[in-house]
């Protein structure tokens, strides 16, 4: 299973059975983690059906996105379950917070929240981005579903 994060899909959970959030507020300085789970297969129950962890897990980064296509493949080095294949992320660890002025025109500014990660007691942000575990072959392969096959059997 390799997971593209170019679509940006927070599928955390449905990787790791679990998924691990933590924020600090730049305000306040308050820090906070949540674990939660998702019924991925929609049945009404948390159970080992809603989760993808007892297959060969990979997923594809890159610098170009960023935010929470950035929580991702942090949340994904931590667990250590998921092999990380690409280039380092564009990094940015501020959740973007949606506003709307009173005439109704939308826009997006970031938040006052930032994505960290909690290690041994402690949280660091994300804003540096993450190192893959392998880099990849070349840009013009990173689409190639044989090459990419290929290559990841190359690792092991």
């Not at 109704?104 to 970031?110: E, K, L, V, W």
């Amino acid at each position: 299973m390799v997971l593209d994060l170019s679509i940006n899909s927070d599928t955390i959970a449905w990787f790791l059975g679990y998924a691990q959030v933590s924020v600090c507020d730049t305000f306040s300085g308050a820090e906070t983690t949540t674990v939660y789970r998702a019924d991925v297969n929609l049945d009404h129950q948390y159970d080992e059906k809603d989760s993808i962890s007892h297959l060969r897990l990979f997923c594809l980064i890159f610098p170009a996105p960023f935010s929470c296509a950035n929580l991702v493949p942090w949340a994904f080095k931590e667990d250590g379950r998921v092999t990380l294949l690409g280039r380092v992320t564009g990094g940015g660890s501020c959740v973007v917070q949606p506003m709307t002025t009173a005439w109704g025109t939308s826009f997006q500014i970031s938040g006052s929240k930032r994505i960290c990660f909690l290690k041994n007691g402690a949280y660091y942000d994300v804003d540096r981005g993450v190192e893959p575990d392998f880099i990849t072959m070349s840009y013009e392969n990173f689409y190639d579903r044989e090459a990419l096959a290929n290559y990841i059997d190359s690792l092991f």
